[in-house]
């Protein structure tokens, strides 16, 4: 059982373009968290999806971001017309059920620079 | 609020102990928990305490919890090279919501 999967692991987009970041959760796992870590700072949470719903979405900005997970394929971060403040490692995480006793799983993360 | 707060650099020698402090601010916190992130890696859980504990063992491993003073610790005993990484606290803010420090980096040295 493959871990969670995040690709690419590195993105470099410059200012303007858009960045798509994808995530296969754990087989089984229909809950899928999305995180961003900016450089010396801990991870903050952005969006919590389950199959083809967006539970939570207070941690996203409100502009240029967006996040599906639909009924077939991964999880996707979409961020339109990107700036250098996007520069940031974003981080996927999923678990199989929700609550508090359920362990979400990371992925390893992709790298965004945007240049 | 959900501030957690740790120190961001921790340096050890091989064989000693390593003790990593965390602070954290909402009292309705139900779960706390430790991640260790490699160079390249992925968060990867260490241990966690439920709140209404003020120890856990496992192995190398200790998680001392203060819940008056909002105050987690982690110590690896006998610090390997291997433990060189990146120590994450964290605290469960809702169902579904973790909020976590910005992580101390703990370097081995011979």
């Known amino acids: 059982n493959a871990g969670v999967m995040q690709n690419p692991r590195h993105l470099v987009r410059r200012r303007g373009q858009e960045a798509r970041l994808r995530c296969s959760p754990m087989?089984?796992?229909?809950?899928v968290y999305w995180y961003r870590q900016l450089p010396e700072e801990g991870l903050k949470f952005m969006v919590y999806?389950?199959?083809?719903?967006?539970?939570?979405e207070s941690g996203m900005p409100k502009e240029r971001f967006s996040a599906e997970f639909p009924k077939e394929g991964p999880s996707i971060l979409r961020i339109q017309q990107v700036v250098r403040g996007d520069s940031a490692a974003y981080f996927c995480?999923?678990?199989?059920?929700?609550?508090?006793?359920?362990?979400?799983?990371f992925g390893q993360g992709t790298r965004l620079t945007v240049v | 609020g959900e501030d957690v707060e740790q120190s961001l650099f921790l340096s050890v020698r091989e064989g000693d102990s390593s003790v990593i402090n965390c602070t954290y601010t909402?009292?309705?916190?139900?779960?706390l928990y430790w991640y260790k992130q490699e160079p390249g890696a992925g968060l990867q859980l260490l241990t966690y305490?439920?709140?209404?504990?003020d120890m856990k063992q496992d192995q190398r491993l200790t998680v001392l919890l203060n819940k008056k003073d909002k105050h987690l610790s982690l110590r690896i005993a006998d610090t390997q090279t291997g433990d060189s990484a990146i120590y994450f606290c964290?605290?469960?803010?809702?169902?579904?919501?973790?909020?976590f420090g910005a992580g101390t980096t703990v370097t081995v040295r011979a």
């Open positions: 087989k089984g796992h229909s809950h």
């Open positions: 305490i439920f709140s209404n504990m």
């Open positions: 995480a999923s678990s199989p059920t929700g609550g508090r006793n359920t362990e979400a799983f």
């Open positions: 964290a605290e469960r803010a809702n169902d579904y919501k973790l909020s």
């Open positions: 999806l389950q199959k083809e719903n967006i539970i939570d």
């Open positions: 909402d009292s309705s916190s139900t779960y």
